[in-house]
């Protein structure tokens, strides 16, 4: 079975936010796309400079560091990384981050964070069971809408965690991926059957 992950706030509902300039227009972490060291390919399509300058946005001292972070550029803990590689996913490429205040003072919590690019974008939607506006042209949508998510578990092809191609910013995992993380306590990460969760 596979789940839907995703970040959430903490129990006082406080979340720390961020901002993240593009260092080439067209740049996307979200499309599954292995980046190059081709340096005749298009500058976005080429790995990004090192390390990704990330902000912190309109600080509180009581919002939480993230462990999984998907916008304005998807980050994830060095300890969640490490659980994931253990846990058998091997799609998944890091880069070292640099996350600044906004009095541009690096946070020395910048050492315990990857910016991640997941690879494959997997179309698994089971459209038959999935509950989505008819009017939907599925086949050229990467942004699709859905009051509840079905998964034909058979077009995953055994992927451990993967984003969905009709549906770019969701992430699945599969339950054994999700029961490694809960395992090892990762906090602010919640897991939700495809059928209860809703995309807009």
């Known amino acids: 079975m596979y ?6 706030s903490n129990d006082a509902g ?6 993240y300039q593009l260092d080439f227009r067209g740049r996307s972490f979200i499309r599954g796309i292995k980046f190059t060291n081709d340096p005749n390919e298009l500058s976005h399509l080429q ?4 390390p990704i300058q990330v902000k912190i946005s309109n600080p509180d001292d009581r919002d939480p560091w993230p462990t999984f972070e998907e916008v304005p550029v998807p980050f994830l803990s060095k300890h969640m990384y490490e659980v994931l590689l253990a846990a058998g996913v091997n799609n998944i490429d890091v880069y070292p981050v640099e996350i600044s205040h906004p009095d541009g003072t690096i946070a020395p919590e910048s050492d315990n964070y990857f910016v991640f690019n997941l690879l494959g974008a997997v179309a698994a939607v089971d459209l038959a069971k999935t509950v989505y506006d008819p009017n939907t042209q599925v086949a050229s949508m990467i942004s ?7 998964v034909d ?3 995953a092809h055994g992927h451990l965690m993967f984003r969905l191609a ?3 910013t969701t992430i699945l995992v599969h339950e054994s991926v999700k029961a490694a993380l809960e395992k090892a306590n990762i906090p602010l990460i919640e897991f939700y059957e495809p059928e209860y969760y809703a995309a807009l």
């Open 3 to 8: 789940y839907v992950i995703t970040s959430v």
């Open 153 to 155: 578990e058979s077009k």
């Open 166 to 168: 009709e549906s770019l």
């Open 47 to 50: 790995h990004p400079q090192k």
């Open 144 to 150: 699709m809408s859905f009051d509840s998510l079905a």
């Open 14 to 19: 406080y979340k720390m936010s961020f901002s």
